[in-house]
């Protein structure tokens, strides 16, 4: 069964430090991998998305490393701002269906 | 452009009280769409998901159920709501072929069962 991991649970970094968030997956065996942000009693934003035979995928100050062989994914966001606060939530998609399995998240605080 | 819509914002109901919840897309065509849940604590879960009208796949076995009745509407219902319902729901979808099945959330319903 997948499981997916997200560490550190909670981060809190002055701004204008970069982040750096790690997400890990037991079954090497992904369609794709998905980073997504959520604020406080929101919705989910999609941040990235990363296909399995990507290694990369940027988008601004977001950038999303994958390694399928070593089921690990990091999420980069250069020069943290206050407005970066939120929990961000890795997932993997494990079949053709789409469906998502997520991790626990970390939550992160950016202190101006 | 595409949108996914979700209402009510916010419910409060008692125990045993029937639930409908509901999930419109615009903007696609034939779109997977997708019920999570997200408990106080936990993580988000899949709770349903439906690749076409009337073709609805459940995930965790629990007194809720889906419907999909329109090609881009999905419903998430109870006869008689548990305490254990509680929990923030959050509708997806993809739009299919193409899209590498990246999936966008609406903004949620807040389930508050006493």
């Known amino acids: 069964k997948q499981e997916v991991t997200q560490i550190p649970a909670a981060l809190s970094v002055p701004e204008g430090e970069n982040l750096v968030l790690n997400c890990s997956f037991t079954?090497?065996?992904?369609?794709?991998l998905q980073w997504f942000r959520q604020d406080p009693g929101k919705g989910l934003t999609s941040l990235l998305l990363?296909?399995?035979?990507?290694r990369e995928q940027t988008s601004g100050r977001l950038n999303a490393s994958l390694d399928k062989s070593s089921g690990r994914s990091t999420l980069y966001i250069a020069a943290s701002q206050p407005g970066d606060s939120a929990t961000y939530l890795c997932?993997?998609?494990?079949?053709?269906?789409?469906?998502?399995?997520f991790g626990a998240g970390t939550q992160v605080v950016v202190t101006p | 452009s595409q949108t996914i819509h979700q209402w009510p914002a916010t419910l409060v109901q008692p125990v045993g009280s029937p639930l409908s919840l509901e999930c419109t897309v615009e903007?696609?065509?034939?779109?997977?769409l997708y019920w999570y849940r997200q408990a106080a604590g936990r993580g988000l879960q899949l709770l349903f998901y439906?690749?076409?009208?009337?073709?609805i796949s459940s995930e965790v076995p629990q007194n809720l159920s889906a419907s999909r009745p329109q090609d881009r509407q999905f419903i998430l219902s109870s006869k008689k709501l548990l305490l254990s319902d509680s929990g923030f729901y959050l509708c997806?979808?993809?739009?299919?072929?193409?899209?590498?099945?990246?999936?966008?959330f609406g903004p949620g319903t807040r389930l508050t069962v006493l």
């Open positions: 997806a979808y993809h739009s299919g072929l193409g899209s590498y099945n990246e999936q966008f």
């Open positions: 079954d090497s065996a992904i369609y794709n």
């Open positions: 997932a993997v998609i494990t079949d053709s269906w789409g469906k998502l399995q």
């Open positions: 439906s690749v076409g009208i009337g073709q």
């Open positions: 990363i296909q399995s035979s990507q």
């Open positions: 903007g696609t065509s034939n779109p997977n």
